[in-house]
């Protein structure tokens, strides 16, 4: 089988790895030294969208931010629940990820990694959060969570995998629920639409 690592870009060089690939700022980082790349920080997640942060490296995307989903993301009333990236770090993605680089036909099934043994320590010692929170927890816009019952839980797991869109933009507006919890972005001002991958 052929090395799908592509090359890092010179912007995350310095981002922790596993087995070649670049571990996303926004995704669990575990005890042990690897990522649950199936599960997000809910801070980091949250703090992406309120200052416009990249999904992959953390840093502030000052120019044309890239998000990338699905069908249900481009949709009229859609939103994209995955944090903005910038365009280099989009590029990377659109080859690294498995899901968006369309080699998978469906979503992984079984439990996250978080959801585990290994997942039950937090690595920062300064954390409060108790271990890593599955992913049945909402996290609201005053930081406050809440559990969703098993059928409130959109939950991708073995599900057939969707074709990707890259959507380039230069701005967003948030996505909230009628309750008031953040529910991701809206990209405004769009520059471009274009198909990633299909499974």
């Known amino acids: 089988m052929a090395d799908v690592r592509p090359p890092i870009p010179l912007r995350l060089t310095d981002r922790p790895q596993v087995g070649g690939l670049v571990c996303p700022w926004v995704n669990v980082r575990l005890a042990d030294g ?18 416009q942060l990249c999904q992959v490296d953390g840093q502030r995307i000052a120019g044309t931010l890239v998000f ?34 369309g080699r998978m036909t469906h979503y992984r099934s079984g439990p ?13 010692p300064g954390c409060d959060c108790g271990g890593w929170q599955p ?39 948030l996505a909230q629920g009628t309750d008031g919890r953040l529910l991701g972005g809206i990209p405004h001002d769009v520059v471009r639409v274009r198909e990633v991958s299909r499974p």
């Open 34 to 51: 690897t990522t649950d790349f199936r599960q997000t920080y809910g801070q980091h997640w949250r703090r992406a969208w309120l200052e």
């Open 68 to 101: 990338l989903g699905g069908p249900n993301q481009l949709a009229e009333d859609g939103y994209f629940d995955e944090p903005p990236l910038h365009p280099e770090c989009a590029a990377y993605v659109t080859r690294a990820c498995p899901m968006v680089a």
């Open 112 to 124: 996250a990694l978080t959801e585990g043994a290994r997942g039950a320590v937090c690595p920062d």
């Open 135 to 173: 992913t049945k927890q909402i996290l609201h816009g005053d930081g406050s969570c809440s559990v969703l019952g098993d059928d409130q839980r959109a939950d991708p797991t073995g599900e057939p995998a969707h074709a990707w869109f890259a959507v380039w933009a230069r701005s967003y507006a």
